[in-house]
């Protein structure tokens, strides 16, 4: 995320007539249904989002439709995105992630098992400034995670703890030394951890930049 400073005249047009798509997904293969959304609000469209979805009983994400000049349909995400689509950058990454957050979250004041849909956990990779593991389950009574709590092999174990160990041998104000070699190591390293919880967990990386 990133911020700046504008000129407010640099506008050329306004409109007050958007049109919000909701999606949609239910089940273990996100089954989708779609609706569109006129004459409301953002707060509005968020509301019937929150309803659709049952109060969080299912996935959701939040468009606004636009029409480019050729005539041709299309979208721009608010919240969310097209959960069938695997992530590719970074920010389709927190995209997916605050779609997984309130259902996960939602499932857990209902007492339910903190799963996704399709009956997976969901594992989050990120460093943090002390030793050990560096992955976690929200909403769960046991957030922090330890190489007890899942079933990986003593390479991949021992391969987390030392990229985790990496980011904290420095000050906390001082940069990484290979910031790219570090971050490709723990693309790798969620990639292996993909492959050995597979049927068990889905793996979502949060230290990409």
């Given at each position: ?7 407010e005249r640099?506008?050329?047009?306004e ?6 798509r ?6 273990a ?6 609706m569109?959304?006129a004459?409301?609000?953002?707060e ?6 929150h ?6 009983e299912?996935?959701?994400s939040?468009a606004l439709?636009q029409d480019?000049a050729?005539g041709?349909?299309g ?25 997984q957050?309130?259902?996960?979250s939602a499932?857990?004041r209902r007492?339910?098992a903190?799963v996704?849909p ?8 990120f460093?943090?400034?002390?030793g050990?593991?560096?992955?976690w ?7 922090r995670l330890?190489?007890?709590?899942l ?10 703890f030392?990229w985790n160990e990496e ?8 940069p990484?030394?290979?910031p ?10 969620v990639e ?5 919880l597979?049927g068990?967990?889905?793996?979502r990386p949060?230290?990409?930049?």
């Open positions: 995320m990133r911020g700046e400073y504008v000129d640099d506008s050329t047009w409109r007050n007539d958007p049109r919000f909701v999606y949609v997904f239910k089940g293969g996100n089954t989708t249904t779609v569109d959304i004459d409301a609000t953002v509005e469209a968020l509301e019937s989002a309803a659709l979805a049952n109060g969080g299912h996935l959701w939040l439709v480019d050729r041709r349909r979208l721009l995400w608010l919240s969310g995105m097209d959960y069938n689509d695997w992530p590719a950058t970074a920010l389709e990454w927190r995209r997916r992630r605050q779609m957050d309130r259902y996960l499932r857990r007492g339910l903190v996704l399709n009956g997976l956990r969901l594992i989050r990779v460093p943090e400034w002390w050990g593991w560096p992955l389950e929200s909403f769960t009574d046991h957030y330890d190489d007890q709590s079933t990986v092999t003593r390479e991949l174990a021992d391969a987390l030392d980011w904290l041998d420095r000050d906390e104000n001082e990484l030394a290979h790219a070699e570090w971050e490709q190591r723990g693309v790798e390293l292996q951890l993909r492959r050995e597979d068990v967990a889905e793996v949060e230290f990409l930049s």
